[in-house]
């Protein structure tokens, strides 16, 4: 119970934070599991910020951005070690305690091998103290903190194979459950389940008629638009979906 109560609070907290895939489990496992501010962590296909939360407040800002951006860190709360200690009628806010950490996720770009980026602490522009890596900029004359990045391998999909079929591709790791639900079998999480063709990459190819067609994936309990589809449309319910056509 006390886990569940942990994490349907910080899906409350970083649930707005446009980044990386913030809601996952694996991702809120790592937060719970941090014992303090450290140098940036690159995780699955985003990077972690994290400053100390003495700091009033903490953004970040990108130089391929031309640092007209600032992204604002969170500040990380876990609940108390003896929450039957509190007050039952405060509880609420006061279950939680500061975990002493403020943190930021940021999704990687495509195609940039490092990331140059400058802090505002306490509303002045610095390096990142956690990280030993910086660079001076020539014409400025102002040191940036860098974070080189692994190269990333994107996988192509086709969309539509064979005429009269769509082909669905989705890289995660290896010896995972990944489905496809669409409007082609009334949104069923369950009755497609792609196939691990290679390490930690799923396909599945379906016979459909020719027409357009709405789909995603569900992946860890997650459901996700197609990664690898850029036509995106939001449904009813204002969830976006992937939308592709069959010829």
């Known amino acids: ?105 940021y999704s990687l770009p495509r195609d940039r091998r490092e990331l140059e980026y400058r802090l505002i602490i306490d509303g002045l522009w610095t390096v990142d103290p956690l990280n030993p890596l910086r660079r001076m900029d020539e014409r400025s004359g102002i040191y940036r903190s860098v974070i080189l990045l692994p190269e990333i391998r994107r996988l192509p999909t086709a969309f539509d194979g064979p005429e009269g079929t769509l082909s669905f591709t989705y890289q995660a790791s290896p010896g995972e459950t990944v489905t496809v639900a669409g409007d082609f079998n009334g949104w069923d999480p369950f009755m497609y389940e792609l196939r691990e063709t290679a390490p930690g990459v799923y396909s599945l190819v379906l016979p459909l008629p020719p027409g357009i067609y709405h789909y995603v994936f569900y992946h860890r309990g997650q459901r996700f638009p197609d990664p690898n589809n850029p036509v995106n449309v939001y449904n009813q319910s204002g969830e976006a979906v992937s939308e592709v056509r069959v010829r």
């Not at 501010?37 to 985003?46: A, C, H, S």
């Not at 953004?59 to 003896?82: P, T, V």
């Open 1 to 105: 119970m006390k886990r569940f109560i942990i994490i349907t609070f910080l899906f409350i907290l970083i649930g707005n934070i446009g980044a990386l895939d913030t809601e996952s489990y694996q991702f809120i496992d790592h937060l719970l599991e941090l014992q303090g501010p450290g140098r940036p962590e690159i995780l699955d296909d985003g990077v972690l910020f994290t400053a100390p939360s003495s700091f009033r407040s903490v953004g970040i800002a990108f130089a391929h951005e031309g640092f007209a951006k600032i992204y604002w860190f969170q500040k990380l709360m876990k609940i108390r070690e003896d929450p039957e200690a509190v007050d039952p009628k405060k509880k609420g806010a006061d279950l939680y305690q500061d975990a002493g950490i403020l943190f930021y996720a």
